[in-house]
């Protein structure tokens, strides 16, 4: 087939998943169009299969907002008629699916039918989507696809009860390539990090308020006061900096290294002893399961989707948002013996095997041919 992937090209799970997807489906022997304002960040590698279509945006001092859905669906319409394109799959409702839409609009006048798949990946409902300035459009985009995927049931649930929606949602999770996360642990360079009797803890996200990265902190704290260790704070975003100073307040700066954005999370994840992801809403935690994945155990808050990912008392543990000394406890309880911490690092590896590419993408393949064949 030859589907073309509309996503954000930044850092965040969304895009993350959007381009895995184009790659594993290449891969697969279909042919991949990448539509978006820069090339996606973990894209760094170009096949035969995988063609990237940037959108750009012409500055003109009329326009106080630039209009980029304008832009996105010229775009669209002009690589389906170049490439003939049989499905057009967008990430993240706002606003590709209202450019995918008018996209469809446009192309239906000159005779071209094409399916549009929109998957909902958790923001663009739970915090931006449900805002009353975009309600309307994302209920009306969501309601125009021809079908539609969320990536977990949690999030169907929110969608439903926070939209009128007229269409099936259909559950297809998350996903990552479990081969690319077996790297051998001597490659790791684990002693550039810590210490041999240090536990490393990591955290990646775009720190953004709904990750709650100050609790991170907090947690740690309560940690490093039982047992040496070092906490790894991956990504950028504005709680960095409020963290480096609640950091500083507890006196615990020294052990706290903020790293950016990596593209190289796999081998900072590869050293790593217990993942934190204590955020306010989570659809999925695409992190988490990465960490998994690498043989990370989890400690989490239980909103959303991650129950569905990190299961209580086997790859992790899970607490209500905001309970900071209950996630410090659990922990404490996987990480102060090397018996339950390697038991709990087998069983968040085996876990993650439920989400791998070869599981999941099939499911995708299905909904374009059922799409394409308009069922
Ligand atoms: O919050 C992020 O990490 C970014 C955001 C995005 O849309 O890029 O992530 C959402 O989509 C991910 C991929 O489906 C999910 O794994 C995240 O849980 C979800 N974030 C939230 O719901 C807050």
Redesign the pocket.
């Known amino acids: 087939m030859r589907i073309a992937i509309v996503c ?1 090209p930044t850092f ?6 959007a381009t895995e997807l184009g790659v594993a489906l290449a891969e697969r022997g279909h042919e991949i169009h990448f539509i978006t304002y820069k090339q996606p960040v973990r894209l760094d590698l170009l096949s035969r299969n995988i063609h990237f279509h940037e959108v750009s945006v012409p500055k003109y001092p009329l326009f106080k907002y630039q209009p980029y859905e304008l832009a996105l669906s010229s775009k669209l319409v002009d690589m389906v008629k170049l490439y003939k394109i049989d499905v057009l799959h967008v990430h ?1 409702a706002i606003p590709h699916a209202y450019a995918g839409y008018m996209a469809k609009q446009m192309l239906a006048e000159e005779g071209i039918t094409i399916p549009m798949v929109t ?1 909902l ?4 409902i ?2 931006v989507g449900n805002h009353p300035f975009y309600k309307p459009a994302v209920t009306f985009s969501i309601n125009n696809s021809d079908c539609v995927t969320s ?1 977990s049931q949690s ?1 169907k649930d929110d969608t439903l009860r926070l939209f009128n929606i007229k269409k099936e949602i259909y559950v297809v999770p ?1 996903f990552i390539d479990t081969k690319n996360f077996n790297n051998p642990y001597t490659e790791c360079q684990r002693d550039l990090m810590a210490t041999p009797n240090e536990r490393i803890i990591t955290h990646v ?2 720190l ?1 308020p ?2 709650r990265v100050s609790d991170i902190v907090k947690i740690f704290n309560i940690i490093q006061k039982e047992i040496p260790s070092k906490l790894l704070i991956v990504g950028e975003g504005p709680e960095s900096e409020p963290a480096e100073l609640l950091a500083e307040e507890l006196g615990i700066s020294d052990k706290i290294l903020f790293m950016g954005n990596s593209n190289e999370v796999d081998k900072i994840l590869c050293f790593t002893d217990l993942f934190l992801l204590p ?9 988490a ?1 990465e960490a998994m994945a690498s043989g990370v155990p989890v400690i989490s808050s239980n909103t ?3 129950s569905e990912v990190n299961i209580h008392g086997e790859s992790g543990f899970l607490s209500d948002v905001g309970n900071i000394e209950e996630m410090a406890a659990n922990a404490l309880k996987i990480l102060s013996n090397d018996e339950t911490l390697a038991a709990f690092k087998t069983r968040a590896k085996k876990s993650a095997i439920r989400f791998d590419t070869d599981t999941v993408v099939p499911q995708y393949e299905a909904i374009y041919r059922n799409a394409i064949s308009g069922n």
């Open positions: 954000y965040g799970g969304s895009g993350v998943v993240y998957t990946h958790g923001t663009d739970t915090l990536v999030l998350n996200s775009n953004r709904v990750k955020s306010e809403k989570e659809s999925f935690g695409l992190a399961l959303g989707g991650l």
